[in-house]
């Protein structure tokens, strides 16, 4: 899911998202599928830190939120992909507001969002499973298709994978409002 608030929670504007990578076959691939809701496009997996995660009250950039974020994303990832992963072992790899999109009006969501996005490879190619009815076609996708697919690819995440160096970087970023919060670091 995606901070269009579709699961009928409270939006709370946070969101995590979750790169998956493999690197099997020598490259690079990315866990992609196709979003059932509009805005139908192509994104990974993402959704809103939920209570159940442990979200306390406070600034949520404050470093004590981390524990809940992670949770949240490990929970999303298992329920939009199968894939199941220890939060401990998810790299974060993106800090960022996000300043909204007005296409979404509708979606009973905050136009911002805090947006903690995280990474995990795997030298083996996981099987992708679809248990939420919220995204299909699940596919693992090379930088340069994802590059090729343009705007079909949902433009938070044209500027999620060029922040975590899988995309070339933008000259500027679509989405983030003001400069993202975390160092972007070098390639991994
Ligand atoms: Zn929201």
Known sequence: MNPQNTSGARCNRTSVGIIVTATDN????VAMGDRVKPPACTAAFAGHVEPSDGLGSGDLHHPAHE???????????????????DPAELRLVVGA??????????????PEHLWRVY???????????????????LRWMTPDEIGDAGQAVEPVWRDH???AHILPAP?????????????????A
């Open 26 to 29: 020598g490259d690079v691939r």
């Open 67 to 85: 524990a809940a974020f992670r949770r949240a994303a490990a929970r999303e990832l298992l329920e939009e992909s199968g894939i199941a992963v």
């Open 97 to 110: 507001v996000y300043a909204g999109n007005p296409a979404w009006g509708s979606g009973g969501c905050a």
């Open 119 to 137: 990474e995990i490879n795997f030298r083996e190619a996981p099987a992708l499973r679809a248990v939420a009815r919220e995204n299909r076609n």
């Open 161 to 163: 994978l060029a922040y």
């Open 171 to 187: 000259e500027k970023w679509a989405t983030y409002q003001g400069e993202p919060l975390l160092d972007r670091g070098s390639p």
